[in-house]
Nanobody, 127 residues
Framework: QVQLVESGGGQVQAGGSLGLSCAASLSSFETYNMGWFRRAPGKEREFVAAISGGSGRTKYADSMKGRLTISRDNAKNTVYLQMSSLKPEDTAVYYC????????????????????WGQGTQVTVSS
């Protein structure tokens, strides 16, 4: 059974940094496109960052560009999201997702491209 387990969430003050991890129980992990999304209270889920399988091409949400780094360690079946200069509006549950179809290596920003999701990890940024 494919599983994604996020960790690293917590509370941080505005201007601080936080790193999230997503451990995947996937064979051939290096071929999977991986994404991070978030859902803030009362808002719809939105794209944060993605990294493709293969070359590791990345894409970031415009609203957070410059404050994010997504990376992956294929030897550890783990994808990471490093966030800096956090703002109260970044408060949300952050979800890791995998594109198990992986027909094309691409950092998709659409949630519909991903078919395996983690349970999420809460990130709270206080002012």
């Amino acid at each position: 059974q494919v599983q994604l387990v996020e960790s690293g969430g917590g509370q941080v003050q505005a201007g601080g940094s936080l790193g999230l991890s997503c451990a995947a129980s996937l064979s051939s992990f290096e071929t999977y496109n991986m994404g991070w999304f978030r859902r803030a209270p009362g808002k719809e889920r939105e794209f944060v960052a993605a990294i493709s399988g293969g070359s590791g091409r990345t894409k970031y949400a415009d609203s957070m560009k410059g404050r994010l780094t997504i990376s992956r360690d294929n030897a550890k079946n783990t994808v990471y999201l490093q966030m800096s200069s956090l703002k109260p509006e970044d408060t949300a549950v952050y979800y890791c997702a995998a594109d198990a179809g992986r027909a094309i290596s691409y950092p998709y920003s659409s949630a519909e491209a991903y078919d395996v999701w983690g349970q999420g990890t809460q990130v709270t940024v206080s002012s």
